[in-house]
DNA sequence: GGGTGTCTTGACGGGGTCTTGACGCGTCGG
DNA sequence: CCGACGCGTCAAGACCCCGTCAAGACACCC
């Protein structure tokens, strides 16, 4: 259904949301630590984060400051500190829930499921913007000068992961995992076709391109 | 900043959260019963709806299930009952927050503007309308020319996904998980059978779609 | 129990998409 | 100067997805 990162350091707790999430039908991944969160959270792309406040490295909310600038998704805040002073701050750090141990399983699963809801990840800037055209992120829509253009699933997924990263060099390993999946790391060939396909839909000049940039030997930048 | 419809019975309890929340910049309005709730909420367009459970006419999860068919917005329930099976009911009934009473005032705005971020200026319309039909979503009826149109269960459920996200791609997974269940996630079979039988209903011309648009591989959009 | 309407399920044709390979071009290094 | 490598382009076939239709299962109401 959903894919879980949960962060705690203790392994009993560990154990029994891992159980309960897998039994709700989520993929969990876990972390101990608040560094190795933020590393895991960055490669596995959850669709919301489980994160307790008590973490043996860093402070809860450095965590969150960590995650929120990037991280558009729901995180569920665990802690065993029931003072309303440090919900409110969690809250404002961020934080969509803040949960106080010892909690109950169910209502634990069920405030995760009012989370997700609201639909992963509608936060922030939902829409990058150039001179040519404009990629609506939540909408799934594209328009160049003003007219809607169709885009296939492949080269939609391919687009905003570049555009996701505006100006940043994207590795053709990276586009190739996050859009047909680990097994093609090797077949740059699909990037070539499709990024051909996306300037001719979208760049001015597809033979002289402006906004899809490529780095020979790396990858591809967009760049606004 | 935001509309808050507070709905509660308690006199002073009302007073406390009409100074409070006008001090944090909020414009308040308030129902003292379920009915005139669901009455004022659909005329003043709140952002967010505060919502205590314990009223004199109808039950909290009442108010939600009337609420939740055509007001978007965060819905924030407060009650006395800090049972956990009560709160996942809430929860499920498409509550985005539960607070507990006795409560502390800065921890349920910290919560209410936690709530508010995640969907900052959208207003939920309790009817969408376009040039050949129109949709209330309170009154759950659909009108084409004028003339009301009947539209079964599955059908309605359908339409009412689509038209509360106007412009927006909504994917056949998120179609299927809404209308039938998380179980039925691959059964896109049901997709294609019932968008047909809504555009035979409502399109103009059912063999050119123009409000009900398809995304192959992706999912459907509803452009007004 | 019969009748009506709704939901589920399967099959089919057509169109679009994805995959795959080949070719030409430019750049870089030997 | 020449080969290797990476990139862009193109085209063709396999494949998937969509719209359509119809028949059976099911629930509900009289």
């Known amino acids: 259904m959903s894919r879980v990162l949960v962060v705690d350091d203790d392994p009993h707790l560990l154990r029994a949301l891992r159980i309960s999430l897998r039994a709700a039908g989520h993929e969990v991944v876990t ?29 809860g909310t450095e965590v969150l400051a960590g995650l929120r600038p990037w991280f558009t998704g729901p995180v569920l805040v ?20 803040y949960v106080t141990k010892p ?6 699963l069920a405030r995760l499921r009012a989370v997700l809801r609201r639909g992963p990840g509608e936060t922030g800037e939902a829409s990058v913007v150039t001179d040519h055209f404009t990629v609506d992120l939540a ?9 809607p253009v169709r885009l296939t699933p492949t080269e ?32 740059t060939n699909y ?4 990024l ?25 930048r967009f760049t606004p």
Chains 1, 2 share one sequence.
């Open 156 to 187: 939609w997924a391919l687009l905003s992961e570049l555009v996701r990263a505006p100006g940043r060099l994207v590795g053709q390993r990276e586009l190739l995992q996050a859009v047909w999946g680990p097994a093609y790391e090797r077949e």
């Open 139 to 147: 909408a799934k829509q594209v328009t160049v000068d003003g007219a």
């Open 103 to 108: 909690f109950d399983m169910a209502e634990l």
């Open 31 to 59: 972390a101990p630590d608040g560094t190795s969160a933020l590393r895991d959270a960055a490669e596995v792309h959850p669709d919301v984060v489980v994160l307790d406040l008590g973490l043996p490295d860093l402070d």
């Open 191 to 194: 990037l070539r076709v499709y």
């Open 196 to 220: 051909a396909q996306l300037r001719r839909k979208l760049e001015p000049n597809p033979a002289h391109p402006r906004y899809l940039h490529t780095e020979p030997g790396m990858g591809y």
């Open 78 to 97: 665990l802690s065993a500190r029931a003072d309303s002073t440090d919900k409110v701050e969690a809250l404002d750090a961020g934080a969509d829930d």
